[in-house]
């Protein structure tokens, strides 16, 4: 089965952070991996000064497969959200929420940095046959302090299947415009996300001369991480 990740980019107002925080931690983290099929959820926070509109954090759960999260068992809860979840969902702000699927992937580890490169006028020719960019995975995975190098593809559908359940209703600020391919740089070093990300847009523009103005980037160092239970 093709690996699977769901992606969230968010804001979280400055009053609320800390009992988000909390709450993210103690109870929904915890709550998310222990469905069948998650392996790991972590909450990133934004290193960009400042952080752009709709990106200061980012959630990202990393699932066995792209339908763990269109299942029985995420819909059952999904459907039952807590106490706690109704009381934070309404704090959240100016979300993004993408599934996608691993097509490619460089590194098996995860670092304490991470840049999400959204690719919206590229999803198109990453779509076309014969639009392998191995060699440019290849490149910046070759970056010094690059742990992992991932390409991703959207999948619609499954990204809105939360919307029909009780908390997909309850978050009334999720953005849903743009869901484009994207590359995932997770580094040891926050400037190894710099080099390895030249390195995809030098091999990126080889193939497409404007691939350069495509590159929506985004950085964040890690938070909170837990893994589920084996």
């Known amino acids: ?102 097509t490619q992937e460089r590194g098996a580890g995860t670092g304490g940095y991470v840049r999400t490169i959204r690719l919206p006028g590229l999803t198109g020719p990453l779509s076309a046959p014969g639009a392998d960019v191995g060699d440019a995975l290849d490149a910046a995975y070759a970056c010094e302090a690059v742990a992992c190098v991932q390409l991703c593809r959207p999948d619609f559908a499954v990204t809105h299947f939360k919307d029909r359940t009780q908390e997909g ?25 710099d080099t390895a990300t030249e390195a995809l847009r030098a091999n990126f523009q080889r193939r497409w001369p404007d691939a350069r103005n495509e590159f929506v980037c985004h950085s964040y160092v890690l938070g909170f991480s837990m893994c589920a239970a084996r």
Request: charged share 25%.
């Open 169 to 193: 209703r309850a978050t009334d600020s999720v953005r849903r415009d743009e869901y484009p391919w994207m590359v995932i740089v997770e580094a040891c070093r926050p400037a190894a996300l």
């Open 1 to 102: 089965m093709t690996r699977a990740l769901l992606v969230n980019w968010l804001d979280v107002p400055f009053e609320h952070e800390a009992s988000f925080d909390e709450w993210h931690s103690r109870e929904h983290v915890p709550e998310r991996v222990s469905i069948p099929g998650f392996e790991q959820g972590r909450r990133l926070v934004s290193i960009d000064d400042p952080a752009p509109r709709g990106h200061g954090y980012l959630v990202v759960y990393n699932t066995a497969s792209v339908g763990v999260l269109a299942s029985t068992a995420y819909g059952a809860r999904l459907d039952a959200p807590t106490p706690w979840t109704r009381k934070m969902v309404p704090a959240v702000r100016e979300m993004t929420r993408t599934v996608c699927e691993v």
